[in-house]
């Protein structure tokens, strides 16, 4: 295990480039499953999430070859091998083993997922996706046992808004006989990626991005290649960070429509934010107002983001309120910046947050992004060293943070974390 060490108090300064997006590439990479030839994904994500992503699919009997950013995946050889434990236990995503493993052999037998459980994380939406197809599905001490004769298109109206529902009865139904239609679907920039690839595949998907998708099944899909989008979480965080050191950073490789509800926000802030094609520029200023953040599903501010805005608030004037619509207790990182000298209480779904001056201290990172907030708000502390513990969580979604960080002028280093 290692911590992160960050001497804070320097703003930070230049270009930052972004990879390939983690929740696109959890959902593309057991996509591959479903085709019959070769998948080429570029931009991949240098990341934990996806390393495990890999080993898994070897264990399926697929082969597997990295080439810089890029991976081809050879599906051909890939058997329904049960997976009630072991790697499906380290990550959230591997629930899409269950909609691609159906989709292509019609029988899996996947463990609960695992990844950041920052509250209780059902997967019923799923579950009922993959029954109205015509699956018979069993919870088996703690596993799922899926099987379908044939699959066959249905019309499923999803109860709540979900990115892994919608992206895992697209996955399913792919394959079906028939028309599926998803109503109330998730809307996120990397369920239009899955779609994407999916119909460079051969599937015929419609509507993905709006609440409304229409999936025809087809026989077979092919192998294809495929860009992953840029990591939307991954920029906003950078573009928090260089508001909170009120530095002057120039985030690259993003697609700024994804990033609409952060730069919004940052600006009403009092944040300086410029958008061009492919990058947004963001120069912090010495004063920032207090501002209510509503946390919600795409279009809306992505609850990823929440945690390090949390921090950025306790660098304005006045008394903010964050409030998450889609993880009611997803505050876990809230008393890690109260023993940094944060003044934040929890009040059902929502974080006061008054503006403070943060000192350094030993924190520990609970999951992902409680990990994000606590190297935001390191970075903006003027004396000392804050250790963060905990890094294995973080190296889950940032490609390559100790050295983008150092580029930008921050002084972090990771140290074995002994005891
Ligand atoms: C790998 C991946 O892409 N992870 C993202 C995905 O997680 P994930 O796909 O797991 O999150 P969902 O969009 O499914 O969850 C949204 C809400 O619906 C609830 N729910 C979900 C499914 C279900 O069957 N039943 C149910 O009640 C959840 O508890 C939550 O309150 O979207 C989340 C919300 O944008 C992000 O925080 C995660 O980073
Ligand atoms: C919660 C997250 O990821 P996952 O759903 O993979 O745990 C996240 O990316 O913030």
Request: glycine share 10%; with cysteine; hydrophobic share 45%.
């Amino acid at each position: 295990m290692e911590k992160l060490m960050v001497r804070g108090g320097r703003p930070l300064r230049g270009t930052v480039t972004i990879s390939g997006a983690k929740n696109s590439a959890v959902a593309l990479l057991p996509a591959s499953i479903l085709a019959d030839g070769e998948v080429r994904l570029d931009n991949l994500p240098r990341l934990s999430d996806v390393a495990v992503y890999t080993e898994i699919l070897e264990e399926l009997g697929g082969k597997v070859k990295r080439i810089g950013d890029s991976m081809i995946i050879d599906p051909s050889r890939m058997r329904p091998v049960p997976m009630p434990n072991g790697k499906v236990k380290l990550l959230r995503a591997s629930y899409y083993l269950m909609g691609a493993m159906l989709g292509r052999f019609g029988e899996a037998v996947i463990g609960l997922p695992g990844g950041c459980n920052f509250e209780p994380r059902p997967i019923d939406q799923h579950i009922k996706g993959f029954e109205a197809l015509g699956a018979t599905v069993t919870n088996e001490h703690g596993a799922i046992r899926l099987k379908a004769k044939k699959l066959r298109g249905a019309k499923i109206y999803l109860d709540v808004v979900s990115v892994g529902a919608t992206i895992n009865i697209m996955l399913a139904a792919s394959r079906a006989d028939g028309l599926t239609i998803i109503e109330n679907a998730a809307k996120e920039p990397e369920i239009i990626d899955v779609a994407t690839l999916l119909n460079a595949m051969g599937a015929r998907i419609k509507g993905a991005g709006t609440e409304t998708i229409r999936i025809e099944g087809v026989d077979r899909l092919h192998g294809c290649r495929h860009s992953i989008i840029p990591d939307r979480i991954q920029a906003a965080t950078y573009m928090i960070a260089a508001a909170a050191t009120r530095g002057d950073v120039v985030v690259d490789n993003v697609i700024p429509k994804h990033l609409e509800a952060v730069t919004a926000k940052l600006q009403e802030m009092g944040v300086h934010v410029y958008e061009m094609d492919e990058s947004i520029r963001v120069v912090g200023q010495p004063t920032y107002s207090a501002v209510d953040v509503k946390a919600l599903v795409y279009p809306g501010f992505a609850t990823d983001m929440q945690s390090p805005m949390t921090s950025l608030l306790t660098q304005a004037e006045g008394v903010s309120i964050l409030t998450d619509y889609v993880y009611s207790n997803r505050f876990k990182h809230v008393p890690e910046l109260v023993r940094m000298g944060a003044k934040i209480r929890v009040e059902g779904r929502s974080a006061i947050i008054e503006g403070s001056r943060l000192n350094s201290a030993r924190v520990r990172a609970s999951d992902l992004r409680a990990g994000a907030a606590l190297v935001v708000a390191a970075l903006t502390v003027e004396e000392g060293v804050t250790e963060i513990a905990g890094v294995e969580y973080i190296d889950r979604g940032y490609d390559n943070l100790v050295d983008n960080l150092r580029r930008l002028g921050a002084d972090v280093w990771r140290e074995p974390e002994i005891g």
